[in-house]
């Protein structure tokens, strides 16, 4: 069988909530950006639910929607509102898929043509099962948190579903890097105070680290010390920490100086990169592939990889760059590659990380393992 990737390296986002830690990693991963992510942390039936009483005048019936009643300006918003529907329309607390195999998927089927019987099936059944699990618990209270614009599409609740449960989600993305197949795997972390005795437990394994704070919130920004000494207490000694502003659009909207970044990062021995989920900024490959040049320091580690400061000179290629990295890191990519020979390193690797990977390219998947 054809081996899936040479190198797996884990890395690791951390940040308060709404610093925008998912946008980051959808944009890097798919290139992607939904403005309106689902909390990492956040249970449906908080945010959706306060999405739901904003827009209760255009849900009738117990939430039920008809061609008439509901408005779709969007077609994110349209399975979105859907999925509404099925958690807080005439349901019981322990819906199952099986309870949605009624008239009433129909209608809402027949309401959205882009909502497709699998995916509906799929969404129920996980919301069946998450139910089951929460119909005790009391309801999450929003806390720091924002409360999102709409909820996020079909598509993306099913990693959503399961990150609610430990408050972790990963996503992969495979780099060849001088004909080596680098796996980047990228947990992305609830900010959620309650879900961080479940999310040190990734710290261990992290070889990568990422400090996501929000250029518009000062407030993030002074949690990012919180963030540092957890990092120190908990993740091995060893590990790449890298600070990153994003949001870096919101030029109107700043609250933290650059130079405060900067002055933080060089405090804490840390890399620093302003960034923007939305414009692509210092997230993408392109930006790789775009020859910058990072290593001022002339060592470092793969997880640089994903993120490249803006100012550094065009002239070095990209071939340049995986040289630099995989001399800074020889000694790791040797011993690393004496395992890549070993079919069984290798499974015990996939084992450790409790992943199901079916090894389908690079796309992305959930996990709450
Ligand atoms: N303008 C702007 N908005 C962004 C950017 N990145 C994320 N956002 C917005 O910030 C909000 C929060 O983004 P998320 O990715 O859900 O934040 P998070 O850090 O994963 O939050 P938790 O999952 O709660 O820990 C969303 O409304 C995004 O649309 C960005 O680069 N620019």
Redesign the pocket.
């Given at each position: 069988m054809a081996k899936q990737y040479d190198v797996l390296f884990r890395l690791l986002l951390l940040?308060d909530?709404?610093?925008?830690?998912?946008?980051?990693l959808c944009r890097f991963t798919d290139n992607e950006f939904h403005?309106?992510?689902i909390?990492?942390?956040?249970a449906p039936s908080v945010c959706d639910h306060s999405w739901m009483l904003r827009n209760q005048a255009r849900v009738k019936n117990n939430g039920v929607p008809s061609r008439s009643t509901i408005k779709y300006p969007s077609q994110g918003l349209q399975e979105g509102r859907v999925l509404c529907v099925l958690l807080f329309g005439p349901y019981p607390a322990q819906t199952t898929a099986r309870d949605l195999s009624s008239p009433t998927r129909r209608q809402v089927q027949g309401s959205d043509p882009l909502v497709h019987r699998g995916e509906l099936q799929h969404v129920a059944a996980e919301l069946g099962s998450y139910k089951q699990a929460h119909t005790s618990s009391p309801p999450l209270t929003l806390g720091n948190?924002?409360v999102?614009e709409g909820p996020a599409p079909l598509k993306e609740l099913g990693s959503r579903a399961q990150a609610m449960r430990g408050g972790v989600d990963f996503k992969m993305k495979t780099l060849v890097i001088d004909g080596i197949k680098v796996r980047i795997q990228i947990w992305?972390t609830?900010?959620?105070e309650r879900y961080q005795t479940i999310t040190k437990q990734y710290y261990r394994r992290a070889q990568g680290i990422f400090l996501?704070y929000d250029i518009t919130s000062e407030r993030s920004f002074q949690h990012i010390m919180k963030w540092a000494s957890d990092v120190d207490e908990y993740a091995p000694d060893k590990v790449q920490k890298i600070l990153v502003g994003?949001?870096s659009?919101?030029v109107d909207k700043r609250q933290v100086a650059t130079e405060q970044g900067i002055k933080l990062a060089r405090a804490y021995g840390m890399d620093f990169y302003e960034?923007?989920?939305?414009t692509n900024h210092n997230i993408t490959e392109d930006c790789v592939m775009g020859g910058n040049d990072p290593f001022s320091d002339g060592a470092s580690y793969l997880s640089r990889l994903v993120l490249i400061p803006a100012a550094v000179p065009p002239s070095k290629t990209f071939t340049r760059l995986a040289e630099q990295v995989l001399a800074a890191n020889k000694k790791d990519l040797d011993l690393l590659r004496m395992s890549i020979n070993d079919d069984f390193n290798l499974a015990a690797l996939e084992e450790e990380e409790g992943l199901c990977d079916s090894g389908a390219g690079d796309q992305g998947k959930g996990c709450w393992c």
């Open positions: 940040g909530s709404g610093v925008g830690k998912t946008c980051l403005p309106s992510h909390s990492t942390h956040r948190s924002r999102v992305d609830a900010g959620q996501v994003n949001k659009d919101e960034t923007s989920a939305f």
